[in-house]
């Protein structure tokens, strides 16, 4: 039977944030020759109707679900998300015995508290693309899940966790952006989001970023960033949220971004923000 996997997006904060993680990965998995379904539950108004439904009519492999989110980050409101996956996974636990993958920043950032916490077998800590086809492909028996990147599964009464490795960005194309229905997420959302770069080796108390995405700062090849951006806009999105975590920084790499968007005509197509420390901030940027 040919092996198939379901990636679950269980995020319906609003306003909704379309799951980027999972566009990027449904690259990987069709590079790879694997099948996939995405169940995508932010627009949903009974997602464990949905999720009950589409373990009726199939039977996958295995499934991934995206945590981005364990609260909403907001001091006065204090809405442990967490909850609201629970009730998902816990649907899909009846639902089926495939196993049940994790990943995400949300993930990440607390790995074992929330594999524990949502009953789920595996997790990914850091980047998927690479490390879910793997840890697939050892559940069929093909390589070994011990050489899977950021790995976490149980053993005995704790986890066992896998070193992070990651993935060489200037080696990989992301820009398909197929995956999901992103003029819905613009027209309901305002925006859609894109990465120039992963990861932050800054010390801000406040931010998981260098938790959830490393410490190392991993660059795409401009070009790629274009590409997808151009991709979004033959859609119908216009506005657009660099999902970096500094975009400035490198400074050279910003550059290297805004240049190649004007060279494609796309500063009077797009408008777009970005996070950005006010230093470094080089003149030279700034008009671009």
């Not at 990943?103 to 950032?109: D, L, N, P, Q």
């Not at 896998?162 to 003029?183: F, K, M, Q």
């Not at 408008?271 to 420390?277: G, K, L, N």
């Amino acid at each position: 039977m040919p092996m198939k996997v379901l990636l679950v997006n269980p995020n319906r904060m609003r306003p909704v944030v379309a799951p980027l993680a999972l566009e990027y990965i449904a690259q990987s998995l069709d590079e790879e020759g694997i099948g996939y379904d995405i169940l995508d539950l932010a627009f949903s108004e009974d997602p464990r109707a949905e999720v009950s439904r589409y373990f009726s009519l199939n039977s996958p492999t295995a499934v991934g679900v995206t945590v981005r989110n364990t609260d909403d980050c907001y001091y006065l409101s204090g809405d442990f998300v967490l909850d609201r996956v629970k009730e998902i996974t816990d649907e899909i636990r009846r639902s089926t015995d495939a196993p049940l993958i994790l990943g995400g920043v949300g993930f990440s950032a607390m790995p074992e508290a929330v594999l524990r916490y949502l009953d789920a077998d595996f997790g990914i800590v850091g980047e998927g693309e690479e490390a879910l086809p793997q840890l697939l492909k050892s559940l069929r028996g093909e390589g070994n899940a011990s050489e899977v990147s950021g790995l976490i599964r149980r053993a005995g009464d704790g986890f066992a966790r896998n070193p992070v490795r990651y993935i060489d960005l200037s080696e990989r194309t992301l820009s398909y952006r197929g995956a999901i229905d992103n003029l819905r997420y613009f027209r309901e959302g305002g925006m859609a989001g894109f990465e120039s770069k992963r990861g932050c080796d800054r010390n801000c108390i406040y931010c998981l970023d260098p938790v959830s995405k490393g410490r190392k700062v991993r660059l795409r090849p401009p070009e790629d960033v274009a590409d997808e951006v151009e991709r979004l806009l033959s859609m119908g999105v216009t506005h657009f949220h660099t999902c970096d975590s500094e975009f400035n920084m490198p400074e050279h790499h910003a550059l290297e971004v805004c240049e190649e968007f004007v060279r494609r005509g796309l500063g009077k197509k797009i408008r777009w923000y970005a996070y950005a420390p006010p230093v470094p901030s080089p003149t030279n940027l700034r008009p671009l």
